[in-house]
């Protein structure tokens, strides 16, 4: 075993049925350090629709002071509805999530999306067409119309928000890009809107020049209305997906769906100093306090977290618990609607399996319906 580690995490939980599934998430921190011995470090940090309440703002100076000085941050859901249908607010979560991922310099946005076998007819695409889906996505995240001037007029008439590249912002992403298709199966799709959109025009140039460094990775082109497309007729032909930040939000959303459920998707964003981790999903305020929401894309989160401290083993043994639990059902009701285990249940079920490499799928669950009786 490799040598027992400290790691400080900054743990973001946010709104809606971020601190449930995030809770979940601490389970499995907790059984990698029984583990391995590892020990990290967990600070609470006020966040998004919380921290308005709290504080005014959703991303406090101290925050960002705690995020700075963390070496990864755990991050549930922004979001709350009593912001969305009301356009004249002047403060909003999601512009502290803007503020985070800027502040922490977070450019490279990596979404996988991975296919289990026994999800398959869950899908709402037919089983063969998901055959061999294996899709990472690489989406900019801190530049472009996100982050643009933005201006409406004086009469609130005319609004405007301007999109943005740089050549040094497409090349450090496109990098990171290539890198990931030159490990896995070396086909890079660059998706853009180079007919219309002078920025796309400039990520085609210079995706295009830094493919020359990369002749062992076939580069291709698509436009995102035809990318979106063929993410429903034809997953399967794409390996690394590059975009930029508002086109990769939209597709990332598309793609997740095909592997049964956006519960499923994790994320991570990457920066040259900083790193984060969230599930692809959002607050789903609907679901609060239910306990009907999925953990497991904030779970696989935390095995990106694993895989960027370069414990690799510890990220694959989060992945193999959850894999067992995918294939032996234990799931909430977005993948099992017949037989829902909640949110609480399949957290406890994938911990005991990441504490205990001998421990069987068959006891662990026996191990939670004890703690469920013993609860009772
Ligand atoms: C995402 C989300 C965010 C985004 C929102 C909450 C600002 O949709 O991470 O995909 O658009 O980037
Ligand atoms: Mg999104």
Redesign the pocket.
Known sequence: MAAEKKYKIAVLSGDGIGPEIVEQAIKTIKAIEMRFGHSFELENVDFGAVSIDHHGIPFTEEAEEICLASDAVLLG???DPKYDNDPTVKVR??QG??QL?KALGLYS?IRPLKIYDSLKDISPLKAERIENVDIEMY?E?TGGI?FGEKELNEEGTVARDVCTYSVEEIERIAIKAFEAARRRRKKLTLVDKANVLETSRLWRKVVQRMSQDFPDVETNYMFVDNAAMQLITNPSQFDVLLTE??F??IL??EASVISGSIGLLP?ASIGDKHALF?P?H??YPEAKGKGIANPIATILSVAMMMDHFGLTEEAITIRNAVEQVVNAKILTSDLNQQDAFSTQLVGDVIAYLVEDEQLSIESSFEKMKVSLMTII
Request: negative net charge; glycine residues 14%; aromatic residues 4%.
């Open positions: 859901a922004i979001g979560p999601e999530l803007l991922r946005n989406r995240l996100y930040n508002m990769g939000d990332s959303d994320s969230e692809i959002g607050s």
